[in-house]
Every structure is written in C-alpha cells, then in structure tokens.
C-alpha cells in the first residue's frame, strides 16, 4: 500500500494475491497505480484514512472479514467515498441484488482483461 | 301398538265382505217379499180359473139338462120308451157328472159348494120321479086313456119343478161365481201396482244403503288416501322428519304406518348417506390439503387444523418414531395441556402404552377407558389416562409399505364403540396421513438435495473460476507484452513468478477435481481402499514435510506431539488426505496461529489430533460440517467447495473409524480422527 497518492489511481479490493498481483502488475504496465486491499474492511479503512480518494474501486464479493456487499453497503452510507464508481468482479456468477448496490459496472470472473483496461481508462483519463 | 289394533280384523276388506253377504241377504229378502206379495194375486188368478171352471161346468150342466127335459107329446107318442129312457139316463149321468166335476173343484166351506150339493138333491129328485114316469109308461099301451096322458103330465110337471130347481140352482152358482169374479177382479185391478211399489220401495231402499254405505266408505278412503298423499307429497318434498297420521286401522292405516316407517328408514338411510358422503368430502378435503402439504409440519397441520375436526375429536397427537427407531416423539398435539407434552416429549417405543404397542405392532388400537384392556398397559397409570371418563382412544399407525413412521393419537368423547364405517374412514385417514408425510419428506429431501446441488454448483463454479481468473490474466499479460514486443525486456524472475502463479493455479483446479471425483467416487460407493502397513509417525513426518509450503502462506507453526508411535494398515494416500485436509482447514479458518498434531494409542485404536487454536465452530454447527457441500458460516467468506471434512469423513469410516469435532467459540477446535488399526 503506497502511503501517499497524488496522481488518479485504482483501489483493487481482492483477498486473492495471486489476482491482485497479476491485476495490478499489468495495470501498472499500462500506467495506472494501483493500491491493493484484501479485504473489505482494509479496503474502507483505507478509503477513510485518505484524502485523495482513488478514482475507481475494483472490488471483489467472496473476500473474509467483510465481503464486497457489505463493503459496498458501508461505503455508500458514507457521503465522503460514495460517489467513486465502483466495478465489481466476482466468479459467483450472479450479483445478488445488484440494483440495491448500484455498482457502475459488474466484471465476470474469469476477467476480460480489456474490458478491465477498457473500464479503468475510462475513469482514470 | 298400532299392530294389535291392526289385527283385530276390523279393515276395509272385512268390511266390504259384510256388505256383500248383507246384500246377499237383503236380495234373499226381497225376493221372499216379493213372492209373497205376488202369491195374493197368485191366489186370486187360481181362484178365478177354478170359477172359470166351475162355470163351464155348470153351463155345460145346464145344457145337458135343458136336453134331459121330458115333454108330453114325446113320452106319449114315443114307441121305443127304452131307448128313451136310455138317452135320458145317459144325460142325467153327463149331467151328474158335470155337478160332481164341479164340486170337487170347490171346498167344502164355498157358498157355491152348496148350492151344488143342492143342485145334486134336486137331481137325485128329478132322477127319481123320471123314474117313476118311466116306469108308468112301460106299464103302459102305446095308445093311451086321456086319464093315463094327465097322469103323465101330472108326473111330468113334478119331475119339470126339480129340474127347474136344479136350473135355478144353476143359475144361481152362476150369479155367485159371476159375483165372486167381479170381485177377484176387482182386488186384482186393486193391486195391480203392489209388486212394483214393493220392488221399487225395495231397490230404492238397497241403492240408498249401498249409496250411504259406499259413500262413507269411499270418503273415508278417500280421507286416508289425500292423507297418505298429502304426506307422500311433503316426503317427495324432501321432507323427511314428516310422519303420516293414521287415521283408521284398515288398509289404508297400514299402509300409511308402513308408508311411515319406510320414509323412517329412508330417513335413517339418508342420514347414514349424508354422513358417508360428508366424510367423503372430508377425506377429499383432507386429501387435497395433504397434497398441498409440502413439509412434515404443514402435513401435521392438515392433520390437526382439517383431520380432528372433521372427526370432532377432543384432543390428539402425532407421535413420530425417532430417526434410531428406539423412541416415539410427539411432534404435534392439539388440545392436550403442555404439562402432559412436556412429560412426553419422548418416551422409548417399548413403552407399554397402547401407542407404542400400536406403532410395534402397525396396527390401530381402539379401547375405552372403561375396558379391562386399559389394565394390561402398565405405564398408562403415569398418563391422566383414567381420569376422565367416557371416552374411546384411537391409535392409528401411520405406516408406508412396511414401515411404521408413526402414529395418530385420537381421544373421543363418546360411550358407544365406533361402527365400521367410522373406522375405515379413521384408517384412510391414518393412510392418507402417512403418504402425506412420506411424501413431504421425500419432498423435503429433494428440496434439500437441490438446494445443496444448487448451492454446490455455485460453489464449484466460483472455486472452479477462482484459479482460472489469474491464470488467465497471466496469460493475457503475457499476450500484451508480445503484441507490444516487450516479452524479451520482462526480468526472468517477473516471468518465473508468472510460471509459479499460473502452475498453483492449476495444483487447485487438479485439486478441486480431485475432491470433486472422490465425491463422485463416494456417492456411488466406488471408493476403494490400497491397504498397505505403514508407521503413522512417519506418515505424518511425510505429511508435514509435503505440506510445509503452503503452511508458510498462512505463517501458521506445525507442532508435531507423538505420543505413542503405531503401525496402521490402511490406505495410506487416503489417510495423508485426511490429514492434508484437517491441516489446510486448521490453516485456512485460524490462519497465522498454530496448529498442534498429536498421535496416540488406545486398545489397538489410533488417535490423530489436529487442534488450532482459531474462532472454533458453534455447537449447532459441528455436526453439519461433515455433511456434503457443508461450510461453517457458508456466508463467511472463506473459499472452498465444502467438501474436505465430508471425504474425510467417508475415508475415516470406510477405514471403519471415526472423525469427531470438538470446540469452543473462540478458543479453537480439535479435530480427532480414530482408526482401529487392523480393520477388515
């Protein structure tokens, strides 16, 4: 976890290090940061502890601690983090109730890597 | 009652046979008056023929005397006196005749009678005094003296006065006959009408009679007949409590008394219909409540809510044997006080209480409190059994083929047994009661079973696209970099650790088939074991060292006890499974904490320990974690098929041993595997 961002960067939210490891590698060869977090909990006090806010949250469902869904719920009772987009990628092949979640885009593990890119460039510029 | 008075003879028929001899009678009578009254006029017509007679008789006589007469010049000039006296005599007698004919046709007490007896004097007279004349003239010469000639005369006019007395006399019985004729007429034209005035007073008589008679009759059938029909009316009305009243004892009274007890027992016959057919729409509705009926409890539901009240029992239970069959539970009751349930709640099957005996023996038990039988249930005194009085206990086992699942308890308030009709409907009831609840279970099982399929695949599919998702970002990765011809500026150990990444990707994906298979293996009953003799310490030495890898990754220490080293025959590649698997739980629920394998020894049992010291797992939990598919927490977020405690166990106890948990929230679990060493 880098200390301190200034430029736009992605929070990957992920309890897999060989995925996390993999996303970030190739997002930063593409010239993205990336700051990862395994679990949800890590990934809000994360969110919380910063002032430059990452301009896009790749997040994962089955994760200990606090899953996707109930990261996805704290963070949008919180007004300081709540208008970042955020992607959700999960292999469970169904997003529960994904409307009441609002995601901005759902990504289907196995991941498309360009649509990733795709999604990534798109909110980072 | 009403038969006594039926049999005392008094009916219609009787009745109409008396009216037939009386009228038999009466026609007797009536011909009797009217030969009488007709023999008067019999009489009169008979006495006016013998007058009739009579008065030929003596017209005939007075001409036969009018040529018996004697004159003068005849007697004197006459040659041959004899042959006159010959022919006189020969009148005389038809003359005589005549008189005597007509006396015997008259009685000795008629007027005419003596007249003509009379008549028979003056002749006898005349007779003799001709006679005399006679025989003067015999004596006599043809030519004879003046003085002879008046003597003649003088004889002549003596005998002439007879003869005109017995013509008077004649005469007269003419006259009197005549008379007595006019007056016979006279009666006979006086009666002329007598006959037909009786006969017609007679017939109006008999026709007023039969009239009367056959009115009064005829109403009073009639009465009893509109009666009979009113009441045929009211019953085809459908009214069938309607009693006819009998209004005479005849016929008609009997057939309305038995008009009545017909429609008695038609309305018996109606009732018991009623009843069969409001049972057998209770049995429909029951049975299509069953068929909606998707659990147990929705089936006891049915059974309480539609079953007991359709037989409007007090109160009642389903008493379910337990899944080890040595026990009965009761799972629903309904009107029984909680202190009896909560004292029954379970009690062993071989209790001796009719319901046990009922579930022991599948068959229905019927008793009263008041049998005798009560007694020979010695447990029943613990019941409130023989508290209440009046009432029959019904137990109907709930049986599906030859198994008994359970049985219905049913408590009536009633004295009388109940008849076959009422038991066969409880016993279809108890039979669709059990196919309900057999069939909820299979229901509940399949449910069960789809849903742990469902959630299995989902499961699989995750754990199955897990691995594949770096596996693929490695390799696409790889893909951008050649496109962009920057492989050969990536360092050897960026690309060393792509190879590593993607060859643990697939150990998991070989993995999770591997477990997948023994599923496979084990649901079919195909898991075979290669037994072979082998050291558990060194097993577990081999274990450690395999497993010492991946024990890094999760930074949890490995402290090996052995307590007592044994040799085990078993499969061993499938017990260094179960450890594997028991160690990458400990690892993966209490990661960074450590995990402590001991082994030991008991009475040629082998005891392998794998404690962590991690959250541990509820108590309602730690049977359900050796069932397929099953997680603890499957919410929580730990991956995994939920499979590796399921295939330990099947491998433990196809080793004929035993894989037990025990734990404490928050202090962690000890996971005991239990091997007999030599198994066969």
Redesign the interface.
Known sequence: MNQDQTSPYVLLIDDDVDISDAIKSILSDEGHEVVCAHNGLEGLSYLRSRQQKPSLILLDIMMPKMNGYEFRAEQLKDDSINKIPTVVFSAAGRFDEEDAFQFTATVKKPLDLQRLIDLVKMHLG | MLNNQFNQNSSILNRLRSVMVAIALFIVLCFFALFFSSQGLYKNLQALNQDNNLLNYSSQALESLNSTELRLPDVINRTNITELRYRFTENMKVSEKLISNAMEQTSQTDEVHQILLKINEALSHFRSSSDLTFNRLSGMELSKSTKEVDEINADLMASRQYLLDAKELLRKVQIVIQQRNDKIFNTIYKNRFKPLLVAVFLSTLFFTFVLTFGLSLSRKIGRSISNLLEATDKVANGNLDYQARVLHFDEIGRLTDAFNKMITSLKTGQDELSLAIERTNGLQNITAAFSEALTPEQVFDVVFEKAYKTLKALYGAVVMVSEDGNSLEIRRTIGLDQSIIDKWKTFPINSDLPVAECVRYAKPIFIKNSDMDVKKYKDLEKTDFNKKNEQIHVYLPLTIGSEVLGALTLTFKRAEDFDTPEKEFMLALARQCSQAIHRSELYDDARKAIEARDEFL?IA???L??P???????L??LE??IMRGTLSDLPAE?VVKIIQ?SD??INRLSTLIDDLLDVSRITTGKLSLNKETFSVSEMINEVVIQYSQQLKTSQSNLHVTILEDSQGNWDKVRIEQVIINLLTNAAKYAPNKPIHITVGKTKGHVQIKVRDEGPGIAPEDQERIFKRFERVNSK????GLGLGLYISKQIVEAHKGSITVSSTLGEGSTFTVDLPQEFH
């Not at chain 2, 929580?636 to 991956?639: K, T």
């Open positions: 989902s599919s995750h754990e696209r897990t594949l998702t770096p596996l693929k970002l490695q696409q990765g951008r970099h960026k990444t643990r990707q929580n977020n730990v991956g």
